[in-house]
């Protein structure tokens, strides 16, 4: 049951990803382009609950069917579409003529127009690294004066070194959320989320990749540390009262992981079935009190497929219950990269970036820098992501008179550095190779063997 509309099914898109698990085994994958346009189709048809998932694939979408653009994230009338990319990409930056920051944008509401002017400031490339190259930070934005963030781990208070090497902060070390939900205290649990929250702003870390919400199903979930407990209502409750208090900083979280993730070894793709019922009462409900609270709540999605979808790439669940019925405005963000989450599939079910520490997203979603379907489903993730950081701690020190411009780390530099020596030396060892093979080629002990493998040859 669902607290904030009562005794009802579970919506539209969750149904038909119900649908769409039954039907899987019917139908061949098609190229991406198709995915695109049935993905959109799915989107503009919200409200015919009855459509069949045969439908959908066989009806195909018209361009009003499937375009959307920004105007307060409203559907737009485009009657004369003719196919073409439209104009909110490309060499708008430097100039960014429409002169927004995203200070501007600071304590506005999600819908104020001004957000489809700031977005329109953006180019393409921008949109794809904000979204794409998401590894515990958010990229910077030139052209609208967006700060990038530092974004860490903290079910269990924030991590103080993600690797052995590295910067270490400086935190209070807290026990583990199996502990913490044993309690069942509300106001011990807001405590320690000002703790968590104080030390995140002492950090400079503006997102915080917890707390873990998910459910005990059994003892011996490799996780359950970093979840509160079996039940769903506690584990709600424990959640709400933490990120309340991580709030109080101006620190965002994204409530791990989003969701059914209940099996450690091997997680990575594993297909979990479940009921509406207890999807909605137990599994779900550890995280809805929290995020119908604080609209700019968002979460870390699951390794896990739903049904044979990947989680992130659930309709139903991201953009059907998150947005639609939690009314969550909030950062949806991967765990961290696999090669089954298929990154424009991810966006347009409601997904805002990608947990990718090696290659990035940005060369898979840079292949539909002239689809308008995938161009405007980009903007509403940036949408998302750019309220929550305007909305943070982020924006401390950030004003209508700064200036954010793209710098090289110094770790990149010696990085690139490293791999342009490792390149010299290689050719240069392959050119000293080739030469000596040359010169040996010249000498009388090289004719003196060709001649004996030339008499072998004879014989």
């Given at each position: 049951?669902s607290?904030?509309?009562?005794r009802?099914?579970?919506?539209?898109?969750?149904?038909?990803?119900?649908?769409?698990?039954?039907?899987?085994?019917?139908?061949?994958?098609?190229?991406?382009?198709?995915?695109?346009?049935?993905?959109?189709?799915?989107?503009?048809?919200?409200?015919?609950?009855?459509?069949?998932?045969?439908?959908?694939?066989?009806?195909?979408?018209?361009?009003r069917?499937?375009?959307?653009?920004?105007?307060?994230?409203?559907?737009?009338?485009?009657?004369?579409?003719?196919?073409?990319?439209?104009?909110?990409?490309?060499?708008?930056?430097?100039?960014?003529?429409?002169?927004?920051?995203?200070?501007?944008?600071?304590?506005?509401?999600?819908?104020?127009?001004?957000?489809?002017?700031?977005?329109?400031?953006?180019?393409?490339?921008?949109?794809?690294?904000?979204?794409?190259?998401?590894?515990?930070?958010?990229?910077?934005?030139?052209?609208?004066?967006?700060?990038g963030?530092?974004?860490?781990?903290?079910?269990q208070?924030l991590?103080?070194?993600?690797?052995?090497?590295?910067?270490?902060?400086?935190?209070?070390?807290?026990?583990?959320?199996?502990?913490?939900?044993?309690?069942?205290?509300?106001?011990?649990?807001?405590?320690?989320?000002?703790?968590?929250?104080?030390?995140?702003?002492?950090?400079?870390?503006a997102?915080?990749?917890?707390?873990?919400?998910?459910?005990?199903?059994?003892?011996?979930?490799?996780?359950?540390f970093?979840?509160?407990?079996?039940?769903?209502?506690?584990?709600?409750?424990?959640?709400?009262?933490e990120v309340?208090?991580?709030?109080?900083?101006?620190?965002?979280?994204v409530?791990?992981?989003?969701?059914?993730?209940?099996?450690?070894?091997?997680?990575?793709?594993?297909?979990?079935?479940?009921?509406?019922?207890s999807?909605?009462?137990?599994?779900?409900?550890?995280?809805?009190?929290a995020m119908?609270?604080?609209?700019t709540?968002?979460?870390?999605?699951?390794y896990t497929?739903?049904?044979?979808?990947?989680?992130?790439?659930?309709?139903?669940?991201?953009d059907?219950?998150?947005?639609?019925?939690?009314?969550?405005?909030?950062?949806?963000?991967?765990?961290?990269?696999?090669?089954?989450?298929?990154?424009?599939s991810?966006?347009?079910?409601?997904?805002?970036?990608?947990?990718?520490?090696?290659?990035?997203?940005?060369?898979d979603?840079?292949?539909y820098?002239?689809?308008?379907?995938?161009?405007?489903?980009?903007?509403?993730?940036?949408?998302?992501?750019?309220?929550?950081?305007?909305?943070?701690?982020?924006?401390?020190?950030?004003?209508?008179?700064t200036?954010?411009?793209?710098?090289?780390?110094?770790?990149?530099?010696?990085?690139?550095?490293?791999?342009?020596i490792?390149?010299?030396?290689?050719v240069?060892?392959?050119?000293?190779?080739?030469?000596?093979?040359?010169?040996f080629?010249?000498?009388?002990?090289?004719?003196?063997?060709?001649?004996?493998k030339?008499?072998?040859?004879?014989?």
């Open positions: 049951m607290r904030r509309t009562g009802r099914s579970l919506s539209r898109p969750v149904r038909s990803c119900w649908r769409e698990w039954s039907s899987s085994a019917r139908f061949c994958r098609t190229p991406q382009a198709s995915r695109v346009a049935r993905a959109a189709s799915r989107r503009s048809k919200r409200s015919r609950a009855s459509c069949s998932f045969r439908e959908e694939l066989t009806q195909p979408p018209s361009a069917q499937f375009f959307s653009t920004f105007s307060a994230l409203s559907r737009a009338d485009i009657s004369n579409f003719n196919g073409v990319a439209p104009e909110i990409v490309g060499s708008r930056h430097p100039l960014a003529a429409l002169g927004l920051k995203l200070a501007d944008l600071t304590g506005k509401d999600y819908d104020d127009p001004n957000w489809a002017k700031l977005l329109e400031q953006m180019t393409f490339a921008e949109m794809a690294d904000l979204i794409g190259d998401a590894f515990h930070w958010t990229m910077p934005v030139e052209s609208i004066n967006a700060p963030s530092r974004d860490e781990n903290g079910p208070g991590t103080a070194r993600l690797f052995p090497i590295g910067p270490k902060f400086e935190t209070v070390a807290l026990t583990s959320e199996d502990v913490m939900g044993a309690t069942f205290n509300r106001e011990l649990i807001n405590a320690v989320g000002k703790v968590i929250g104080n030390d995140c702003v002492d950090n400079e870390v997102v915080l990749y917890g707390p873990g919400s998910n459910i005990h199903r059994t003892a011996y979930s490799g996780r359950n970093e979840y509160f407990s079996e039940d769903g209502y506690l584990s709600g409750e424990m959640t709400n009262a309340a208090g991580i709030a109080e900083y101006g620190v965002k979280v409530i791990k992981h989003f969701a059914l993730n209940d099996h450690e070894e091997e997680r990575v793709g594993i297909s979990i079935w479940a009921n509406e019922q999807i909605r009462e137990i599994y779900l409900k550890a995280f809805q009190d119908e609270a604080d609209d709540a968002g979460v870390m999605t699951s497929r739903w049904g044979t979808t990947w989680s992130g790439a659930t309709e139903g669940l991201i059907g219950i998150m947005r639609g019925e939690w009314g969550s405005k909030g950062i949806a963000i991967s765990d961290n990269c696999r090669n089954h989450m298929d990154a424009i991810g966006v347009m079910a409601g997904s805002t970036a990608y947990d990718d520490m090696m290659n990035g997203k940005e060369p979603l840079a292949e820098e002239n689809d308008p379907v995938a161009i405007s489903y980009m903007r509403e993730a940036c949408h998302y992501n750019l309220y929550v950081i305007a909305n943070s701690m982020a924006m401390n020190g950030v004003g209508a008179d200036t954010v411009k793209a710098v090289t780390p110094d770790i990149v530099k010696n990085a690139n550095l490293i791999r342009t490792l390149i010299v030396l290689v240069v060892f392959l050119g000293m190779y080739i030469w000596k093979k040359i010169q080629k010249k000498t009388e002990e090289y004719k003196t063997y060709k001649e004996f030339k008499s072998l040859k004879k014989h």
